[in-house]
C-alpha cells in the first residue's frame, strides 16, 4: 500500500512557474462561482463530505507505464461509455454491460489490429457536464440546464433542476460503486485486460477533494479516478483547471477544439508536463470539419516544440447537431470522415493515431443516426435514451472502431 498524507493548506510546493496546492484553482474565476458559494461548498466539504481515494497511486502509475507504450506506438488507445453516467445505472447487471462492452471492442480492436489496447472507461465519476449555456427554457419557465447529477437533475423543472451540495456525496457514492464492482469484475476474470476509470475533470471541488500527496514520490494524484481529461470548454489561457492539473500526477486528457491556438497548444503542454513525460499528455482531437484547417498547424507546433503526446480522436462532439425535430444527433458518415481525415493528416505528419475517444453505450440505443439523411429520424422515443449527448450503440461503435483501423493500418 502506498502511503498518503491529507492534505495541509501550509504544505505547498512549487511546480513549473508558482506556487501550487491542491486548491490554489480557487483564485481563478470559474462558471460555476454563479452556482456555488465558496464558503458553502468548502463548509459542506469539510464538515459533511468524508471521501476517501477510490483509485490507488499504483494503479495510476500502471496506467501512466501503459500509455508510454501506446506513446511509442507498441500499444492502442480506446476510451468510451456515456456522455453522462446516471445514478439509476448504478446496479450490478448495468455495470458489468459497460465493463463487458468495453472489453468486447477492445479485444475487437486488439485483433484487428495485432496491438495491445490499453482501455479506459468513460465511467466511475462522470458526472459533471459544462453546457453550452448555463440555463434554458423550457414551456416558458427558465430553469439551470442540466450540468450532471453531481451538480443538479434532468427533470425539466425548477426544484429538480436547482443545484444542491448533497449532491456531490451521491457522485462519490455512485462513483465509489462503479470502483468496486470494477474490482469484483476484474477479480472474477471476466476481464483479460485491466479497465481504467476516466472522467472529465470539471467539478474541481470535488476533484481537489479527492488529491492527496504521495509520500513516496512527494507527488500529488488525483484518485478520484486514474485519468481525467481537461474539457474544450476548460481550455483557456487563465484556466482554472490547467491551474489544477498543472500539479496534478495523474496522466490527462486534453480536448482539442477549433479554436485551440497552436500557441495555446503549446503552453498548455508546458504547463501540464513540464518534464515532458511521454504518456503524461494525451491530445483529444475534437475537430469536425475543421480537421484539415486546423490539425497541421497544430501538429507542426507540437512537433517543432518537442511535446510528447499521444494522438487521439474523439469524431463525436464537434458533430453534434439538432435534427429537425429538436433533438440532438450524430450521423456515422460525419463521425467516420472525421476519423479518416485525422488519420490521414497524422499519417502525413508522420505522428502515430493511437486510438479512438467514444460516446458509446452497449445499451438497446438509437440516438446517432446510421447516415447524414436518416438524422431526421432519430426521435425522442424508447431508444432516445441520454440525458445529454447522443451515443453510438454496439454496432455503431463497432463500425467506428473498424474505420479507425482499416484507416490506420493504411499508414504501416
Ligand atoms: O458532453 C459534452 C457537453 O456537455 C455537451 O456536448 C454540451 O452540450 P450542449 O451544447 O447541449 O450544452
Ligand atoms: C464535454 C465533453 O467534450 P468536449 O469538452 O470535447 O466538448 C465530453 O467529452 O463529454
Ligand atoms: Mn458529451
Known sequence: MEKLKNFDYQDCQITSKSIWSPYTWEDKTDWYDEIYDQQDYKRFLNEEAVMLPLVTVADVQRLQEELVDVYEG????????????????MNEIALKDKFDFLNTISDYMQVLSN?????????????AKPRTSLTEEVKGVTMYSFMGQIFNDYAPNIWARQPQLQRILWAYKASQMVHEHLVDYTQEKH??????????????PYESSLTQQCQDSNGYYNLSSHFQWVGMRSLFEDSAHIEFYRGIENPIGIKVGPSATP?????????????????????????????????????????????????????MHANTVKNAQ???????????????????????????FA???????????????DSCDLMAKVDLGKAYQTQCDPRLNFEQAINVVSCFINHSKKGS
Request: net charge positive; with cysteine; proline share 4%.
Open 74 to 89: 507498441k500499444k492502442l488507445y480506446f476510451q468510451a461509455g456515456d456522455c453522462v453516467e446516471l445514478f439509476e445505472d
Open 115 to 127: 496491438k495491445p489496447v490499453v482501455t479506459l472507461g468513460r465511467m466511475g465519476g462522470q458526472f
Open 191 to 204: 476481464a483479460n485486460r485491466t479497465l481504467f476509470t476516466s472522467h472529465e475533470g470539471l467539478h474541481l
Open 263 to 315: 500557441a495555446l497548444l503549446d503552453q498548455v503542454c508546458t504547463v501540464l508536463n513540464p518534464r515532458n513525460v511521454p504518456g503524461k499528455v494525451t491530445l483529444i482531437l475534437r475537430l469536425g470539419d475543421k480537421v484539415s484547417e486546423v490539425l497541421p498547424n497544430l501538429i507542426k507546433q507540437v512537433k517543432s516544440k518537442g511535446h510528447k503526446v499521444i494522438w487521439v480522436s474523439d469524431p
Open 326 to 352: 429538436g433533438v440532438k444527433t450524430r450521423s456515422l458518415d460525419k463521425i467516420k470522415a472525421e476519423v479518416k481525415q485525422v488519420s490521414q493528416i497524422l499519417r502525413e505528419n508522420h505522428c502515430y
Open 355 to 369: 486510438g479512438l475517444h467514444l460516446e458509446a453505450s452497449p445499451d438497446n440505443i438509437y440516438e446517432c443516426a
